[in-house]
């Protein structure tokens, strides 16, 4: 039998799908969720386990919770692919922001409204749209790495909006401005020689302070 839906109580039920046998014991395994609501519900639920089950998509939701996956993560594949000090931010950055606020969840219970509210939270304390960008880099690694290994169906961390980094622009100066900069320089005691591998060192030097 694929599957089935048993009375537990009033409105509640029990559905239980048969996922194949352990390949060490021979032992049925078996996917198990209470449903609280009508059997119509609980059918529903059992109908869309059996689909994903025949398309190969069902993934057994993981009882984890994100800490505690991330800190298996970071020692058991982040530590062998990253230089060191890359490896040290990974680690300083998930301590730090994410791990507080989205730790004690469940892996299977983490969304992408999860990860877009902690990334709301990140701006609003002052941090830099660049810190941002870097803490989500992390996770939808260490995600990924999880759809890979079973963990989760999908990665959350595909559907999340991100802020802009903002270009830091130079001032420029106007080239009458840098001119007369110039001019002003080339008049100074320690202005260089008259050369003309001098004057163009100097000219280039004066224009850059200028902009500064």
Same mark, same amino acid.
């Given at each position: 039998m694929a599957g089935n839906i048993t009375k537990r109580g009033d409105k509640t039920w029990r559905v239980t799908v048969y996922l194949g046998e352990d390949p060490d014991t021979g032992k049925p395994i078996q996917h198990r969720k209470t449903i609280h609501g009508t059997k119509?519900?609980?059918?529903? $639920?059992?109908?869309?386990?059996?689909?994903?089950?025949?398309?190969?998509?069902?993934?057994?939701?993981?009882?984890?919770?994100?800490? /505690? $996956?991330?800190?298996?993560?970071?020692?058991?594949? =982040?530590?062998?692919?990253?230089?060191?000090?890359?490896?040290?931010?990974y680690e300083w /950055?998930?301590?730090? $922001?994410?791990?507080?606020?989205?730790?004690?969840?469940?892996?299977?219970?983490?969304?992408?409204?999860?990860?877009?509210?902690? $990334? =709301?939270?990140?701006?609003?304390?002052?941090?830099?749209?660049r810190t941002v960008r870097y803490a989500q880099a992390i996770l939808h690694s260490a995600l990924k790495q999880a759809v890979r290994w079973k963990l989760i169906p999908g990665n959350p961390a595909d559907d999340v909006d991100l802020p802009k980094q903002r270009k830091t622009e130079r001032p420029i100066v106007p080239p009458e401005k840098a001119e007369a900069f110039f001019h002003a320089a080339l008049e100074d005691r320690w202005a260089p020689c008259s050369c003309w591998p001098c004057t163009v060192a100097f000219a280039l030097a004066s224009t850059r302070v200028a902009v500064a």
């Open positions: 119509k519900e609980a059918q529903t $639920y059992l109908t869309g386990v059996l689909r994903e089950k025949d398309m190969g998509r069902f993934v057994e939701p993981s009882k984890l919770t994100l800490g /505690t $996956y991330l800190e298996h993560w970071l020692q058991s594949t =982040a530590k062998l692919r990253l230089r060191r000090s890359t490896f040290e931010s /950055t998930l301590a730090r $922001y994410v791990r507080p606020v989205l730790g004690p969840i469940r892996m299977d219970r983490i969304t992408p409204m999860n990860l877009q509210g902690l $990334y =709301a939270d990140m701006l609003e304390q002052g941090l830099s749209a």
